[in-house]
């Protein structure tokens, strides 16, 4: 059973920045794909981002040009650097893992302040 945990939330002032950090329990070469995910009070979870094991990326259009996500296999670590926080980027972050099966973190709350 691998075991995603997430870490670096917190409170922020909009236009400020956080980095995020999914560290894994196992390998995480052998995931096809990792990603962000979010979810806001009163909200469904929407996806944020993913990467693929080759690397290529893709972004919600809401955190275009503003978030980044990376992946460290040596490390075994996920990372989501964001930029230019808006309240509206207000969320828990949860992180996402797959190969056969689909792993999730128990998430890291983000707060922006207006």
């Known amino acids: 059973q691998v075991q995603l945990v997430e870490s670096g939330g917190g409170l922020v002032q909009a236009g400020g920045s956080l980095r995020l950090s999914c560290a894994a329990s196992a390998s995480i070469s052998s995931f096809i794909a990792m990603g962000w995910y979010r979810q806001a009070p009163g909200k469904q979870r929407e996806l944020v981002a993913t990467?693929?094991?080759?690397?290529?990326?893709y972004y919600a259009q809401s955190v275009q040009d503003r978030f980044t996500i990376s992946r460290d296999n040596a490390k075994n670590t996920m990372y989501l650097q964001m930029n230019s926080l808006k309240p509206e980027d207000t969320a828990v972050y949860y992180c996402n893992a797959n190969n056969v099966r689909t792993y999730w973190g128990q998430g890291t709350q983000v707060t922006v302040s207006s």
């Open positions: 990467i693929t094991t080759r690397g290529s990326t």
